[in-house]
């Protein structure tokens, strides 16, 4: 009797437009035919391999090996199965076709279908689904994060791998509007507690995420979450000076899951610790403020 393998998921996000998991399976096993609605985008890790087999588009029979160090691109409703040699560890991202869709109209002009890789070589791909997985280690990654890269992985994903499918006119946006920028701005400073949506932004000004999202980076010349990052380093900043609040009460009050996240962060941006900067900077740095006055 054909017994269902067991995957174990340590960890799991699914947001609207992009989903991302990290698993584990133990070996060897087979996986039958079976498809998803969804892109998947996979990354073998800790020396995992699969074998997977399919069919074409003209009924053609095809198989392939996906080993650690490459990256797997299924399209939507394409039917495969696999087998599994040893113990696996993988993380999984999948993405709506809407998206990629919209992303491609937009910023091409026409919409296109991805391909079936397997044994992909992609370095930017690998690149973000590592820093997925470091940001699990410190607890569930942001919302707006995640959509963040999820729309760089759409784009990435039509520009290598698209085929194109039908043209049409569409309209370019390329900065907002003052008035929209200033919302923005004003909304993520307001809310830097809160686990910020791209929906939340674009709704706010009244467009789609992606083109508010490409659209806000043309306008100040970085990401909405890059943005975000740098105005919650800059209120911890000010707290730490302050030195009324714990640490671990700023990395919350800042919107960070936890405060090994927030000090990683605080580090990536100031060189420091909050510790140190609390203790050696922050203090300092408001005693001579004060006396200049």
């Excluded at 039908?166 to 923005?184: G, P, T, V």
């Excluded at 910020?196 to 806000?216: G, H, K, S, W």
């Excluded at 043309?218 to 030195?243: E, F, H, M, W």
Aim: glycine share 6%.
């Amino acid at each position: 009797m054909y017994e269902p393998p067991l995957v174990i998921c340590h960890n799991f996000l699914e947001l609207d437009a992009i989903g991302v998991g990290h698993y584990t399976c133990h070996g060897p096993t087979y996986f039958p035919h079976h498809s998803n609605s969804k892109l998947m985008i996979g990354m073998p890790l800790k020396s995992s391999s699969l074998r997977v087999k399919w069919r074409t588009a003209k009924g053609k029979q095809k198989h392939q090996f996906v080993k650690e160090g490459s990256v797997f691109i299924v399209p939507p409703n394409l039917i495969y199965e696999a087998w599994l040699e040893s113990q696996m560890e993988m993380m999984i991202i999948k993405i709506t076709p809407n998206l990629i869709e919209q992303i491609a109209r937009e910023s091409q002009g026409y919409s296109v279908e991805i391909g079936v890789k397997w044994s992909a070589s992609d370095p930017l791909i690998r690149q973000l689904a590592l820093s997925l997985l470091t940001e699990f280690q410190y607890g569930l990654p942001g919302n707006l994060y995640v959509e963040s890269v999820g729309n760089i992985l759409a784009t990435h994903l039509f520009r290598r791998y698209g085929i194109e499918n039908k043209a049409f006119k569409c309209k370019q946006i390329n900065k907002l509007s003052q008035k929209k920028l200033r919302q923005a701005i004003e909304y993520l400073n307001d809310n830097l507690s809160q686990d910020i949506t791209l929906a939340d932004l674009a709704t706010l000004v009244e467009m789609n995420q992606y083109q508010f999202a490409r659209a806000f980076k043309d306008s100040i010349g970085v990401s909405p979450y890059r943005y975000l990052l740098t105005c919650r380093i800059d209120k911890a900043k000010k707290l730490l000076a302050q030195n009324q609040l714990s640490i671990a009460q700023i990395s919350y009050y800042i919107g960070f899951s936890s405060q090994s996240h927030f000090t990683s962060t605080f580090r990536r941006f100031t060189g420091t610790t909050p510790g140190f900067y609390k203790t050696h900077l922050g203090s300092g740095y408001v005693a001579k403020k004060e006396q200049s006055h």
